[in-house]
């Protein structure tokens, strides 16, 4: 069974920085995009970066400049550094990649649990 596991959110004040970290485990053939996403409180849900298996990235315009996306091909596992952080960071960030299990012919959709991010002033 296939499982996203984050980590590295936190409390951090206005101009801080934090690295959040998603690892995938379980029966796994191939990862292709992966990508962060985030929903602040009495907001929809948006995506805030993306990251191709061979590198290529994309950001939500608020982000750029400020966040970078990484992954680790070998370590199953994608990275959101965040810098310069604004309290409109504020909210839970959600890790998701698109899978193709071991058994199946298709990618499917995974998400990790959500970790929070909180941003004070």
């Known amino acids: 069974q296939v499982q996203l596991v984050e980590s590295g959110g936190g409390l951090v004040q206005a101009g801080g920085s934090l690295r959040l970290s998603c690892a995938a485990s379980g029966s796994i053939f191939r990862i292709d995009v992966m990508g962060w996403y985030r929903q602040a409180p009495g907001k929809q849900r948006e995506l805030v970066a993306t990251?191709?298996?061979?590198?290529?990235?994309n950001y939500v315009d608020s982000a750029k400049g400020r966040f970078s996306i990484s992954r680790d091909n070998d370590k199953k596992a994608v990275y959101l550094q965040m810098s310069t952080l604004k309290p409109e960071d504020t909210a839970v960030y959600y890790c998701?990649?698109?899978?193709?299990?071991?058994?199946?012919?298709?990618?499917?959709?995974?998400w990790g649990q959500g970790t929070q991010v909180t941003v004070s002033s």
């Open positions: 990251i191709t298996s061979s590198g290529s990235t």
């Open positions: 998701n990649a698109r899978i193709l299990g071991q058994l199946k012919t298709t990618y499917l959709d995974y």
